[in-house]
Structures are given as structure tokens and as C-alpha cells.
């Protein structure tokens, strides 16, 4: 029992809000998240701190401002390294795509100036689910008792497998956010255009579009397809969404439906990728091992 405690605690999992967790884990492993600011209206929260979804998804329905988001800063990093360095233990920091974000490089002055080689970050070159996904992942094998280079090198293995299509309802946070130009969104809008996006490459692409809202969950569903195969059943999926908890109901009895794996977890979608998305993104997740 000692030994398997010790192994269970060696190794302290960090994680920051561009990637979120399944729903229904709080305490199940021993990760620790660090939160992005948010600022609206003149106001900063910390995010799953300050302001939980529920009342992040408010504030943006509510008000036409979009909220922007400020990083994970390199004296929050380097005092949470410290701290656990000095409690003995080897810290596996997993950073939301290092091409979306400065965060990354954050953590990376933060190890170098600790210049402790207790101190590990892996780019998980993912956002949302799909980052989440493999913190979840981690936590597994450390629950396992796998020690940190098999774990590092597993994900590594990992993050090239992890497949990722999401959509919007509406196109006028992509605009309001710098994403896509006015006229595409005009356009958009007028023609009742959906896209489909994939996290590749470490960044946000457009793989193709659909007519109506009702295409999206189909459409998310084949491209999953295409990547992964017909046969689910030896794999979890994992569906994400914002705050159309009866859209997310559909999506989830599609997916075991149409797809028959092994399980199907649900993540509420955070307020880092909420900003840029609003309220209404759903996604898809499976990690291909």
C-alpha cells in the first residue's frame, strides 16, 4: 500500500485552461489546474476560479462585448514549480498548443531559470478536448504507476493520434474575434453556413462547411470517420459543448448511435476557447491508439 501511494504521488500533473477535463473526474486524480484571465468589461477572472462556465456562458449571451484572454504568467509558473519541487515531486506540466498561446514559452523560461530537472512540459500541440484528453491520459498512466519518461514518451506517441473536429452555430464570434472577416461572416450568416473545423497542426482549420445547423452533429460524426474508422468499439469518445445542453443531449445519443464505442464522456467547453467560439460550439474527440 506505501509503494503504491508513493508511486501515485510522485509525479504532479499541471494543466491549463486552453485545454479542458471530462465532466464528473473532479478529485478522481491529482491534477492541478492553472487558469487563464479573462477580461470583460473591464473586469479580470480567473477562470473555473473566479467565474465558473455557467456564469462565463451568461456574461457572453448576455453582452455583445467579446471577452478576450490573457495568458498563464511566468511567476505563476515558476512559484507553482517550486513548490512542488520542493515537495519531492516530478512535475509533468501539459500546455495547451504552444501555437495558440504564449503560455508555453511561459512555463519554459519558468523551468530554465528553476533549472530543476524534476520539472517536465509537454506540449500537448492540441486546445479544448483535445489537449484535455491527453491530460487525462497522463493521469491514467501515473495512476498506473508508469514512471515519467514512459509517460512522456507514450503522449508523445499520443498527441500525433488525437483527433479533434468541432463547429459553430454562429459565426459572429469568429468575426467579433478577428477570425474570419466581416464578409465571410455577412456571407456566412446570409447563406446559413456552418463550418467544420479540426485542431491540426497545433492551431484551428477549416476543413469544410455545411448548409444548416442540422448537418453539423452528421457531419462531425463522418469526418471522425474518415480519420478513425467504422468500428468504436474498443475506443472513447469524447463530445464537448457549450451551453445548448439539449443540442449536447442530441449530439451525445447520435454518437452512441451511430458509433457504438466503448464510452462516451462529455466536456463542457471552457471559456478560452468560449471566447473565440461562443456560446453555441459543440466538438468531437478520440484519441486513435
Known amino acids: 500500500i506505501i509503494l503504491e501511494c508513493s508511486l501515485l504521488s510522485y509525479i504532479k500533473i499541471i494543466y491549463d485552461t486552453m485545454n479542458d477535463l471530462p465532466e464528473n473526474i473532479d478529485g478522481k486524480y491529482d491534477i492541478d489546474m492553472l487558469p487563464t484571465t479573462i477580461i470583460f468589461q473591464g473586469k479580470e477572472y480567473k ?6 462556465n455557467d456564469e462565463f456562458y451568461k456574461l457572453l449571451r448576455d453582452n455583445k462585448e467579446i471577452p478576450t484572454t490573457s495568458q498563464v ?19 509533468l506540466y501539459m500546455a495547451g498548443s504552444s501555437k495558440g498561446s504564449g503560455t508555453y514559452q511561459s512555463a519554459m523560461l519558468a523551468k530554465n531559470d528553476i533549472e530543476s530537472d524534476d520539472i517536465y512540459i509537454f506540449d500537448t500541440y492540441s486546445l479544448c478536448i483535445g489537449g484535455g484528453l491527453l491530460v487525462l491520459e497522463a493521469a491514467k498512466m501515473v495512476e498506473e504507476g508508469l514512471d515519467i519518461d514512459t509517460i512522456i514518451k507514450k503522449l508523445e506517441e499520443y498527441k500525433d493520434k488525437v483527433q ?9 464570434y469568429l468575426y467579433k474575434g478577428g477570425r474570419i472577416s466581416g ?11 456552418k463550418p467544420i473545423l479540426k485542431i491540426e497542426d497545433g492551431l484551428v482549420k477549416q476543413k469544410t462547411q455545411v448548409r444548416g445547423s442540422k448537418k453539423i452533429i452528421p457531419t462531425l460524426i463522418e469526418k471522425l470517420k474518415e480519420e478513425i474508422g467504422d468500428d468504436f468499439s474498443d475506443k472513447d469518445i469524447y463530445v464537448g459543448y457549450g451551453d445548448d445542453l439539449e443540442t449536447n443531449e442530441k449530439f451525445v445519443e447520435k454518437v452512441k448511435e451511430e ?5 462516451v464522456y462529455t466536456f463542457r467547453i471552457g471559456s478560452c476557447v468560449a471566447c473565440h467560439s461562443g456560446p453555441t460550439v459543440i466538438g468531437i474527440a478520440c484519441l486513435n491508439k
Not at 477562470?47 to 465558473?52: K, N, P, R
Not at 504568467?73 to 512535475?91: C, I, P, S
Not at 458509433?259 to 464510452?263: I, T, V
Open 259 to 263: 458509433l457504438s464505442p466503448k464510452n
Open 47 to 52: 477562470a473555473g476560479v473566479d467565474i465558473d
Open 73 to 91: 504568467t511566468y511567476m505563476t509558473f515558476k512559484e507553482t514549480f517550486e513548490k512542488y519541487v520542493k515537495e519531492g515531486k516530478k512535475v
Open 183 to 193: 464578409t465571410k461572416a455577412a456571407v456566412g450568416s446570409l447563406l446559413n453556413i
Open 164 to 172: 479533434v473536429y468541432f463547429s459553430v452555430d454562429s459565426l459572429d
